[in-house]
C-alpha cells in the first residue's frame, strides 16, 4: 500500500498532528506503561497485577497499586499476561490497559447521568433520559482523539497482533494506531538503527537482534531466566538456609522488636478470624514478591568475575572462598528478623550464566544450558549473517528491571568478551534507572512524535477498508 505524501500536513482528526499527542502504550508482565508521545517518560506505570473480589455469583475487577495491596477478604491476584510475556486472558487486559490510561492520561468514558447523584431530586423521566443517552455509547470511546502506538514482543503470534487492531480501533475509537517490536523501540532509544538488545523482565531474558531498524527474526531468542527466577532462587534459598530464613509480607506483620542479628523475630503477627476473611494465597505471593523485589534491589549481586562463581581464582582458591572476603550487605526482613548476608548474595543471579550455580527443587526444575544468557547470545549470533555480527557486538544495548541487578553489565560484559575475543564489544546500558526500565516506551515515545512518523499510521479509514489483518501487512 503507498504510504501518505509526506509533503501533505496530516489532518488533526486522522493522525497524530501538532495538537493532539499520541499515546505509546507498552505492556509488560510486571508492568504496563502509559504516556504521551515526546515526553521522557511514562505518566502511567501500572502492575499488570489485577485483584479478583468475589461478589454475589460475579467477581469484581481490581487495577492500580492501591487496589491490589490491600488485605480486603477474600482478594485474589491474576495476571492477564501468560509467561512468555504475550496476552493470555484479552478481556481482563483489555480493562487493565484502558484503566491504565484513563486514570493517569485521559478521561475515563462517561457514565449514566442517571447514577451520577445529582439527578436525585429531578422527577425526569426515565424515558426522556433514554433518549438522550441513546448514542453516547457509540460517540464516547476513552481514546478517540489519540493515535495509539503499542508494543509487542518479537515472538508476537499474527493473531495476538490482530486482536491488538481490533481493541484499539473498536473499543476505544483510535483515529490511528501502529504496533512496534520492543527490541526495535529500545535500540531506538539508545540512538541505534542496528544493535544486539538485550531485555530482561519478569518473566522472559529475550536476545534481539535489529539491523537497519528491522527485527532479524530468526536471531530472536528468548528464555525463562528472568527476574522471577531469580524470585524463586531467593525463595529457596531462604527455604534451604539453616536455620531457614522467615519471608513474611508487611501486611502480616502489626508490630515488630527490634532484635539481634540471625535471631528469631520477636513480632505481633495478624490474624484472620474467619478462613473467608483472609485474602487468596496468591494476595500473599504477590506481596512476598514485594520484599523479595527489595532484597534483589539492596542486597543480590552479580558474580563480578573473573571466571564464574563455581570456578577457581588466579592464586587456586575458589571464587567462592575469595567471594566471602567481600564486605557483607545487611538486610532486615518485615517482622524485624536481620542478617549479614556475605558470599550467597552471589548464588541467585549466578543461575542466568551457569546453570550448575542454580538451586533446584521438585516445583522449581533446574534450568537447561541452553537458557542460560550466554547460551541464548550465542544461540542468537549464530542465526544471524557473519558480516553483521561485529556491528551487532560493537551495539549491545541492555534494557529491563532486571538488568539493573549490582553488577550484571561488568559480568555481561566479561563473558562476551570470553566468548567472542576478536570483534570489539560495545555495550550501552544507561545507568539512570527510567531509561534502563522504560526503553521500549521511550523509543516508542520518540518515533511516535517524529514529524515523518504521521505518514505511517494506519488510519480508522484503512481499518474499516481492510480490516485487523492491515497489521500484517503494514507494521513489518
Request: a negative charge.
Amino acid at each position: 500500500m503507498a504510504a501518505q505524501n509526506s509533503s501533505i500536513p496530516p489532518s488533526n482528526v486522522e493522525y497524530g498532528g501538532d495538537e493532539i499527542s499520541a499515546l505509546v502504550l507498552d505492556p509488560g508482565y510486571a508492568s504496563v506503561r502509559a504516556g504521551f508521545a515526546g515526553e521522557d517518560v511514562p505518566k502511567s506505570v501500572t502492575p499488570s497485577y489485577y485483584g479478583m473480589l468475589p461478589s454475589g455469583n460475579d467477581r469484581k475487577y481490581l487495577f492500580g497499586d492501591n487496589s491490589i495491596h490491600t488485605p480486603l477478604a477474600g482478594i485474589s491476584i491474576g495476571n492477564p499476561m501468560s509467561k512468555d510475556g504475550t496476552v493470555e486472558d484479552w478481556d481482563t487486559a483489555t480493562n487493565l490497559w484502558e484503566y491504565a490510561v484513563t486514570s493517569r492520561l485521559t478521561n475515563a468514558k462517561p457514565g449514566n447521568p442517571m447514577s451520577n447523584g445529582l439527578n436525585d431530586d429531578n422527577k425526569l423521566e426515565k424515558r426522556d433520559l433514554d433518549v438522550e443517552m441513546e448514542g453516547v455509547e457509540e460517540q464516547e470511546k476513552p481514546l478517540e482523539e489519540n493515535p495509539l502506538l503499542m508494543t509487542e514482543t518479537g515472538w508476537n503470534s499474527g493473531k495476538s497482533r490482530e486482536k491488538g487492531i481490533e481493541i484499539a480501533m473498536e473499543n476505544w475509537g483510535c483515529p490511528a494506531y501502529w504496533l512496534a517490536r520492543s527490541g526495535v523501540l529500545a535500540a531506538f532509544a539508545a540512538g541505534k538503527p542496528t544493535a544486539l538488545v538485550i531485555d530482561l523482565g519478569a518473566s522472559n531474558v529475550s536476545i534481539t537482534p535489529v539491523h537497519d531498524g528491522l527485527i532479524l527474526k530468526k536471531g530472536v531468542a528468548r528464555s525463562p531466566l528472568a527476574g522471577n527466577f531469580i524470585s524463586d532462587q531467593l525463595r529457596l534459598l531462604f527455604s534451604t538456609s539453616q536455620p531457614p530464613i522467615p519471608l513474611t509480607p508487611h501486611y502480616l506483620v502489626t508490630s515488630k522488636t527490634p532484635v539481634d542479628a540471625g535471631s528469631p523475630p520477636q513480632a505481633t503477627y495478624r490474624s484472620f478470624a474467619a478462613p473467608d476473611s483472609a485474602p487468596h494465597d496468591s494476595f500473599r505471593r504477590l506481596q512476598e514478591e514485594r520484599v523479595l523485589m527489595e532484597f534483589k534491589e539492596s542486597v543480590v549481586q552479580v558474580w563480578p568475575g573473573p571466571g564464574r562463581l563455581a570456578g577457581h581464582s588466579q592464586h587456586g582458591a575458589t571464587n567462592e572462598e575469595v567471594a566471602k572476603a567481600h564486605p557483607g550487605r545487611p538486610f532486615e526482613m518485615p517482622d524485624g528478623w536481620n542478617q549479614m548476608f556475605g558470599p550467597e548474595r552471589y548464588r541467585p543471579a549466578e543461575g542466568l550464566f551457569d546453570v550448575k550455580m542454580a538451586l533446584s527443587d521438585a516445583s522449581n526444575p533446574a534450568p537447561q544450558a541452553g537458557q542460560t544468557l550466554p547460551a541464548l547470545i550465542q544461540s542468537s549470533l549464530s542465526q544471524v549473517d557473519v558480516d553483521i555480527r561485529p556491528h551487532l557486538l560493537s551495539n549491545v544495548v541492555v534494557t529491563g528491571g532486571t538488568s539493573m541487578l549490582h553488577g550484571f553489565t561488568d559480568r555481561l560484559n566479561h563473558e562476551l568478551m570470553t566468548l567472542y575475543p576478536g570483534p570489539r564489544v560495545r555495550i550501552s546500558a544507561p545507568g539512570n534507572m527510567y531509561e534502563r526500565k522504560f526503553a521500549s516506551w521511550i523509543g516508542g515515545s520518540i518515533l511516535a512524535s517524529l514529524g515523518t512518523f504521521h505518514q505511517m499510521w494506519i488510519s480508522k479509514k484503512e481499518y474499516d477498508e481492510h480490516g485487523p489483518g492491515i497489521v500484517e501487512k503494514r507494521c513489518k
